[in-house]
């Protein structure tokens, strides 16, 4: 029976990890052990719109006091700057796999000449705002809309690490020395100076370099260079002056990948994310510099591979977060999946009684490759069909990315379009990570040709144009990013099921 976790890392993932596991399972005593030779990213994040559900409606964590130490802000969609179009939104808010009174065919038949505005969700990102004004709260923000954040490391990762202070985790410092094996996997943990850490179960958040599953219990990796190229990002960013906060992250087409644009309130995160066998260090940095004169911080670049370790639990080792696997950062997804991972971990641990058998945790392995094939193959798919550029590397991406389980999807969206019938053709669609409206985004954005095509009738366009007015009118009377952070801030203002 477990009674004591350890905990490898003491970067988002771990500190999430942590907190998961007393919040929900109270028994257990949780220690982290902070080592000074596992370094964090330290970049600003991006999330999906899961996070703000995770850390609220799961873990019931005070909506107040978060956002006062973490000081995220909000983030709609991504807007893509890719593909045949100048650019195209992609909010959480669901507008294409729907289906409108009056219509015949869902939304994202109708999208293939103006993909701007079709939703209350893309509308606000076109407006540059990030809620609409509440009548019924004085005019305060309606946060109705789905959202994720943006959200900066080190400012995350102090607020997590308050939470599990409060919730009783034991933090230990110590540099990691090795690893004692015993016969349910690994019998300690060994820090320089001597020191020996048992623990019943090991949880292995140390990042990139996977400590415990990947280098003591030697677990295979499975990689994905197959379908997705890059593995190296320079980083770099400036002060905010006087640039208004968007509420999306920008992702834009460059010469042998893409950047990335993070939007905090006073300060811009930029990356470019590449292929190293397409363009060089120097390259990459010369060319992330002439499209990005601002970022004066010397931009640094990080060495990544994309790809799962083939089981994330072996033996009394759980892996979180990095050390389980990396799918590049195209749609901010590694806080999801941690997310993701820590619920799953929870509900194996309450139904084994804390006393998870081999059937349990062959369930945990197959949900997390779930979780990380699902991704790689629909990020696979911004590659496959991003015809923005016309060089030796996207030429590349179009004719070699694979496209793993999706073959099936494609297939039937060549012939009949964006149907709503095509999310019956979807690997895991119980449980895949990113619905129909997703791939829809990514297709119908890229204009990825189908066979079924259809045309309004006269009266749905006028219904249609009417119904994207109204929403692009509501947009421009919202709030923004800017002001909706003020009125929060302000001490009049009360969290739904809050009093302080």
């Known amino acids: 029976m477990i009674h004591n976790v350890l905990i490898l890392g003491a970067g988002s993932a771990g500190l999430l990890a942590a907190i998961s596991l007393r919040k929900m399972l109270p028994a257990l005593a949780v220690s982290v052990v902070r080592s000074s030779d596992i370094g964090v990213i330290g970049v600003g994040e991006g999330t999906t719109n899961s996070m703000p559900a995770f850390l609220f409606d799961h873990l019931k964590l005070n909506r107040s006091r978060f956002y006062a130490q973490a000081e995220p802000t909000w983030k709609l969609g991504i807007r893509f700057l890719w593909g045949p179009r100048d650019y195209f939104d992609y909010p959480f808010a ?5 289906k409108w009174p009056y219509y015949s065919r869902p939304s994202g038949y109708y999208s293939d000449e103006d993909f701007h505005g079709i939703g209350l969700g893309s509308a606000l990102m076109e407006a540059g705002n990030a809620f609409p004004r509440n009548a019924g709260a004085g005019g305060g923000p309606d946060m109705s809309v789905p959202f994720g954040f943006h959200i900066e490391n080190v400012k995350f990762v102090e607020t997590l690490e308050s939470i599990a202070q409060a919730l009783g985790v034991t933090f230990v410092e110590g540099t990691v020395s090795g690893t004692e094996r015993g016969p349910a996997g690994i019998a300690a943990l060994l820090l320089e100076g001597g020191r020996r850490l048992e623990a019943d179960l090991f949880v292995d958040c140390s990042g990139f370099r996977s400590e415990l599953l990947g280098r003591a219990l030697g677990e295979e990796f ?15 960013g400036w002060e905010r002056t006087t640039e208004k906060i968007l509420p999306y992250t920008t992702a834009e087409t460059m010469e042998a990948g893409w950047a990335w644009q993070i939007e905090h309130e006073h300060h811009i995160n930029r990356g470019y ?23 004066l911080q010397s931009p640094r670049v990080v060495k990544f ?29 590694a806080l999801m999946t941690v997310t993701r991972q820590c619920k799953n971990l929870i509900l194996l641990l309450e ?4 006393r998870p058998n081999a059937a349990l945790r062959d369930l945990y392995n197959k949900l997390s490759s779930e979780t990380f094939d699902d991704t790689r193959d629909f990020l696979a798919l911004h590659y496959k069909f991003n015809t923005r550029l016309d060089n030796a590397f996207w030429r590349q991406c179009r004719e070699e990315t694979e496209v793993g389980a999706l073959g099936a999807l494609l297939d039937f969206f060549h012939e009949n379009g964006p149907s709503c019938l095509a999310s019956l053709v979807l690997p895991s669609q119980d449980r895949n ?17 189908y066979k079924a095509r259809c045309q309004l009738t006269d ?9 994207c007015t109204t929403f692009r009118t509501q947009a421009e009377q919202a709030l923004s990013v800017a002001e909706s952070l003020s009125v929060i801030r302000s001490p009049l203002w009360r969290w739904k099921g809050e009093t302080s």
């Open 94 to 98: 669901f507008q294409l796999s729907g």
């Open 222 to 236: 499975v990689d994905y260079r197959r379908s997705l190229f890059c593995d190296r990002a320079v980083i770099g």
């Open 273 to 295: 994310v590449y292929c190293s066998q397409a363009i060089s260090d120097e390259a990459a940095r010369e060319e992330f510099l002439r499209k990005n004169p601002k970022a």
């Open 305 to 333: 591979r994309s790809g799962r370790y083939r089981r994330v639990w072996v033996d009394n080792v759980v892996a979180i977060g990095n050390s389980a696997g990396f799918v590049e950062p195209l749609e901010a997804t």
């Open 351 to 354: 139904d084994a009684g804390l």
């Open 433 to 449: 990570v990113f619905s129909l409206e997703g791939y829809l985004a990514i297709l119908v954005g890229n204009r990825a040709p």
């Open 459 to 467: 009266i749905e366009r006028v219904t249609w144009d009417h119904m």
